[in-house]
Structures are given as structure tokens and as C-alpha cells.
């Protein structure tokens, strides 16, 4: 019985090697290209949620300020063991009631608490009785300056806020005109 042996080649290890080596050097290329544009989304990324943070902490706060008839500000208290910074804007609306329309005041209140960077909203009938909820994160600073006019009253806000997130900083500012003319502030909610 006679054998016929084919020529069956496989591959040589040098040559296995040498295809190993160049795959591995497109592999590298492309994760380099793969990782280098993760890092830039993530900076865009946290850029984005610092930017909507703020702005949502500015548009809040011209919500609730702009038809402010009067101002009460505590510049620093402690509450529950953290040191906030509280500002409340008494409004005034028309209330429509038994088909007849009559002023109603409203209290709209920001606690900012400075070392967990929250700002909380709330509103109510009195200032003794809100129960403001967090509405912004992240926040590094929160900045109000009050405008003056020629007299002791005042006819409006500048609004400063950072925002901070995996160290990318976003500032806002904003300033904010009274509708109801220039207004007083009085220093707390008691006076």
C-alpha cells in the first residue's frame, strides 16, 4: 500500500508572532482613538450637567424673585447642623375667588446649603410654613447682590451661581429687575 503524502503547511511561529505584533498595533490605535474621545465626551458631558445645573438654579430664582414686593434675607443660620444662607421673596398675585379677584401673598423661599452644595425651593402663605425641597445640585457658590436705587430700596437682584462637577466649573450670572418697582428688604423673616 502505497502513501501519498500532501504538502500541508500551517503556519510557522514566526509568522504567528509577526501577525500577533500587527494586530496588536491596530488594537492600540484603535483603543487610543476609542479612550481619547470617551474622555472628551465625559469633560463635554460634566460640562453639560454643570451648565443645566446653574441654569436651572437662575431660572428658578427669577421665577421667584421677579413680582418680589419685599425681601428677607438671613445671610448665614444653622439648620439641622448645616451652615445655609436663606432668602425669602414675598409676592404679591390675584387670586380669583367666588368669582371675584383679590390680592393674595405668597412666600417663595431658596436655602442654599453651602457645604452640600443643594439649593432647596419652596413656597406658602406665610414664611413660617414652607417646606422648601432640593431643586439644584452641585452648586459651589451662590451669590445674591442687591441693586440699589437712589434711595434705600432696592430694584433688583444680581444672581452669581457656580456650578461644579468632576471639577469642570460653569459661572452664571444674572441680574433681575422688580416688576412691582423698587422694593424693601428687611433683614429677617421676624422683622
Given amino acids: 500500500m502505497k502513501y501519498i503524502y500532501k504538502n500541508i503547511k500551517g503556519f510557522t511561529l514566526i509568522e504567528l508572532l509577526v501577525s500577533l505584533a500587527i494586530l496588536g498595533i491596530i488594537l492600540l490605535t484603535i483603543s487610543s482613538f476609542f479612550i481619547f474621545?470617551?474622555?472628551?465626551?465625559?469633560?463635554?458631558?460634566?460640562q453639560i450637567t454643570a451648565q443645566y445645573e446653574a441654569q436651572i438654579g437662575i431660572n428658578k430664582l427669577t421665577e421667584g424673585s421677579i413680582n418680589a414686593i419685599e425681601?428677607?434675607?438671613?445671610?448665614?443660620?444653622?439648620?439641622?447642623?448645616?451652615e445655609v444662607r436663606i432668602i425669602t421673596f414675598k409676592t404679591k398675585e390675584m387670586q380669583k375667588e367666588n368669582g371675584k379677584y383679590k390680592e393674595a401673598y405668597r412666600y417663595i423661599q431658596f436655602i442654599y446649603e453651602?457645604?452640600?452644595?443643594?439649593?432647596?425651593?419652596?413656597?406658602?402663605?406665610?414664611?413660617?410654613?414652607?417646606?422648601?425641597?432640593?431643586?439644584?445640585?452641585?452648586?459651589q457658590s451662590f451669590q445674591?447682590?442687591?441693586?440699589?436705587?437712589?434711595?434705600e430700596l432696592y430694584k433688583g437682584v444680581n444672581i452669581q451661581i457656580t456650578s461644579e462637577v468632576n471639577?469642570?466649573?460653569?459661572?452664571?450670572e444674572n441680574n433681575i429687575?422688580?416688576?412691582?418697582?423698587?422694593?424693601?428688604?428687611?433683614?429677617?423673616?421676624?422683622?
Avoid: C, Q
Fill in 37 to 46: 474621545n470617551y474622555k472628551i465626551f465625559n469633560k463635554a458631558d460634566n
Fill in 167 to 172: 471639577n469642570i466649573k460653569v459661572e452664571l
Fill in 114 to 139: 453651602i457645604k452640600n452644595g443643594i439649593i432647596k425651593y419652596g413656597e406658602g402663605n406665610s414664611p413660617e410654613h414652607i417646606d422648601a425641597k432640593p431643586y439644584v445640585e452641585h452648586i
Fill in 71 to 82: 425681601i428677607y434675607e438671613d445671610a448665614r443660620k444653622v439648620i439641622e447642623n448645616k
Fill in 177 to 191: 429687575y422688580f416688576r412691582n418697582g423698587p422694593i424693601k428688604k428687611r433683614g429677617t423673616e421676624n422683622d
Fill in 144 to 151: 445674591i447682590t442687591f441693586i440699589h436705587d437712589n434711595n
